[in-house]
């Protein structure tokens, strides 16, 4: 009876600023009704200017914070966010093997907006052959689909040809975001789902400075969708709608890449 309320639960690291990580994917749960936990894998030094320091969960305490959560609450859906290196990431993997946390929703953070890494390089190895099976949905952006298939992405086919190449490494559904394409005056986004049947997704640009998090966003409310029982589908329509109209609204706070509005 008290387990029936829509759980899910994010994996991911701190955002001191309050903007992108943990949260904004608390925020985004919120909003879409959805409680959250969260389990810290990393704490972060962070404004609206950039982050300015990092550092790594003790892997024990990564475990110890799985275990509370899976004996206690029903999650039905997850996601995973920053994952900080090879030790974190394996950490990481380990638990989502070892508990039932429902689908799983990975966005392959790798580099944050100002340029701070929030993967190291030797930890992306282990998200393609450890993490990127695990996925029900794999939420990529232009540059991390790149670093994940190898494959140099310049228009339309690429992104298609990456997305296969992902599905192919073990991923079942696809969003890759393309948003970061050069030069583009829209946010295509392209799906690829597990039957094969695929779609495009297209929206106009928001001319805006208010983008910090926006990845985080996207991927925490279609786990949140998701928690809720949508499909695939219906979960990324949501996940896409919600996160244009949290650009739009904006919160003006602090000198940098302000923060996305989350009451909408
Ligand atoms: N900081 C943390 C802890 C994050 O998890 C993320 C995104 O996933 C970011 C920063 C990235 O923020 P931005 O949207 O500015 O790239």
Redesign the pocket.
């Known amino acids: 009876m008290i387990n029936d309320y829509p759980q899910a639960l994010t994996i991911?690291?701190?955002?001191s600023g309050g903007?992108?990580?943990?949260p904004?994917d608390v925020k985004t749960m919120q909003m879409r009704g959805v409680y959250s936990a969260m389990v810290v894998v990393?704490v972060?030094a962070?404004n609206t200017l950039g982050?300015q320091d990092?550092f790594p969960m003790p892997e024990k305490l990564i475990d110890e914070q799985f275990a509370s959560i899976a004996s206690d609450l029903k999650i039905r859906a997850c996601k995973t966010?920053?994952l900080a290196d090879p030790i974190r990431v394996k950490a990481v993997v380990r638990n989502l093997k070892k508990y039932n946390l429902g689908p799983l929703i990975v966005?392959p953070?790798m580099?944050?907006?100002?340029g701070?890494k929030?993967l190291s390089d030797d930890a992306i190895a282990i998200v393609r052959n450890e993490l990127l099976p695990l996925a029900t949905l794999i939420t990529p952006n232009i540059p991390e689909a790149c670093e994940l298939t190898g494959i140099n992405i310049k228009d339309k086919t690429d992104i298609k040809r990456a997305a296969h190449e992902l599905q192919k490494r073990g991923a079942k559904n696809i969003l890759l975001k393309g948003g970061h394409a050069e030069n583009s005056q829209k946010a295509d986004d392209y799906v690829l789902f597990e039957d094969g049947n695929d779609m495009w997704l297209t929206a106009p640009r928001i001319n805006t400075k208010n983008?910090?998090?926006?990845?985080?966003t996207i991927s925490a409310c279609i786990t949140a969708e998701i928690a809720k029982g949508h499909s695939m589908e219906q979960a990324i329509m949501i996940g896409k709608t919600y996160v244009e109209q949290t650009i739009k609204e904006g919160i003006h706070v602090g000198h940098g890449?302000g923060p996305l509005n989350h009451w909408v």
């Open positions: 991911a690291g701190t955002d903007g992108a990580g943990i904004a990393a972060t962070q982050v990092a966010g920053m966005d953070v580099v944050a907006k100002g701070a929030l983008t910090h998090g926006t990845g985080d890449h």
